[in-house]
């Protein structure tokens, strides 16, 4: 519990630093959030075990994919409506996945 409330510190502190120094429409803090919340999600899951190893790699995975494309629509400066939708989108599916992995019967056994 406390690595994950480390994790969750770090990141919103990071998020603030980095926000702060970027001037413009270039942040979307629902994005951001929603991101941060999705990671906790996965290192909860990993640290109860409700999700194997295996799971939890294809988890990161999708969300590492969700952070890249965040960074690569943003380097015009901002992100339009359809991009930031699209985000929602992938975020949504994300979450998805992420319960129905939490949620499944296998747990992990070591």
């Not at 990071?14 to 290192?43: L, Y």
């Not at 992100?79 to 994300?94: S, V, W």
Request: glycine share 6%.
């Amino acid at each position: 519990m406390k690595k994950v409330l480390a994790i969750l510190l770090i990141s919103v502190w990071s998020f603030t630093i980095v926000g702060c120094a970027h001037a413009g429409n270039t942040r979307d803090p629902g994005i951001r959030e929603r991101i941060t919340e999705q990671q906790v999600r996965i290192d909860e899951g990993i640290s109860s075990g409700q999700l194997t190893r295996h799971e939890a790699n294809i988890l990161q995975d999708n969300l590492n994919w969700i952070k890249t494309e965040e960074a690569r629509l943003k380097t015009d400066g901002r992100l339009t409506p359809e991009e930031r939708a699209r985000l929602h989108r992938m975020l949504d599916k994300n979450s998805a996945m992420i319960y129905r992995k939490k949620h499944n019967p296998i747990v992990r056994l070591y």
